[in-house]
């Protein structure tokens, strides 16, 4: 099978022509709902993401996915407005893309969110839930099979979230006031249905938190590079095989509204600290 072609170069030359000199240190991806953070940055650039060689079209979000470039709590940072995901149709070497651009451009660290189905009784909707560990295994596919490219060929999965950022968000959040931060283990699907009373049960059963239909396979090409992740579940809709709801996207956007000032407070007072 001829191997795919890797517009990695073409991507960052198209880039670094469109923002010179201008050097991000922080690469965020914002989840379904929670694109308020934008709102915070002083724009510098932003590119979008058709123009971009080797990017494919988002097609969930409702305005075209961009990348935007600006500084956010004084700090250089590159946010992905909109991002990929494997229920699209992507593959998953596209999926994680961006991730590989932001790294090539320099980043030191990525922070990144998603709206996400909560399992945990304990949790309420528009809880926060800081990622502390994943499960990959249900995803179809893994981003990092194929020809090796760079960094780690095993990449090692004792702590894919970095252990400061999670304690630097856990005394911003209490110096912010922010109660309804959880932390937990997070599974990706993929999607796009959600899932049977059976299937909560199955997951809940293996210690598993929180389900969503992003995030890792972005981690694990951050992983891979070696890139400090920090990562957020917002929760949308409670998924307790008991007590289980219809799932209705306008209810989940609202729940992830909802949380979205809280979560972007969180991460601007977290960049602020790199
Ligand atoms: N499953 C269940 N609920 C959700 C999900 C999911 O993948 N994402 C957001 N809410």
């Keep these: ?128 839930m800081i990622i502390q560990d994943h499960v990959a295994l249900f995803l179809p596919e893994n981003p990092l099979v194929g020809p090796h490219k760079e960094g780690d060929r095993f990449p090692d999965m004792s702590e894919p979230y970095d252990l400061n950022l999670i304690a630097l968000a856990e005394q911003l959040s ?20 959600l899932e049977t009373r059976a299937e909560y049960r199955l997951l809940r059963m293996l210690g598993i938190d929180a389900v969503g239909m992003s995030t890792v396979p972005e981690v694990l ?10 990562a957020i579940s917002v929760i949308t809709d409670m998924c307790i095989p008991e007590t289980l709801k219809k799932a209705e996207i306008e209810h989940i956007l609202a729940a992830a509204f909802k949380a979205e000032p809280q979560m972007t407070a969180l991460f601007k007072a977290m960049v602020e600290k790199l």
């Design 1 to 128: 099978m001829a191997a795919k072609q890797d517009y990695i170069n073409e991507a960052i030359a198209f880039v670094k022509e469109q923002v010179g000199d201008f050097q991000p240190l922080v690469g965020i991806v914002l989840g379904t709902g929670l694109n308020g953070l934008l709102k915070e940055i002083e724009v510098e650039r932003e590119i979008l993401y058709a123009d971009i060689p080797g990017f494919v079209e988002a097609t969930v979000e409702f305005h075209p996915g961009k990348l935007v470039f600006g500084r956010l709590s004084g700090k250089p940072v590159v946010c992905m407005s909109g991002r990929f995901h494997y229920y699209e149709g992507h593959s998953m070497a596209q999926v994680v893309f961006p991730i590989r651009v932001m790294y090539k451009l320099g980043i030191k660290n990525l922070f990144i969110s998603n709206a996400a189905g909560g399992m945990n009784p304990s949790f309420s909707e528009s809880d926060l």
């Design 221 to 230: 090409m951050a992983r891979q590079l070696n890139l400090p992740v920090f």
């Design 174 to 193: 209490d110096r912010l006031g922010i109660e309804n931060i959880k932390k937990g283990v997070y599974v990706s699907v993929s999607g796009p249905n």
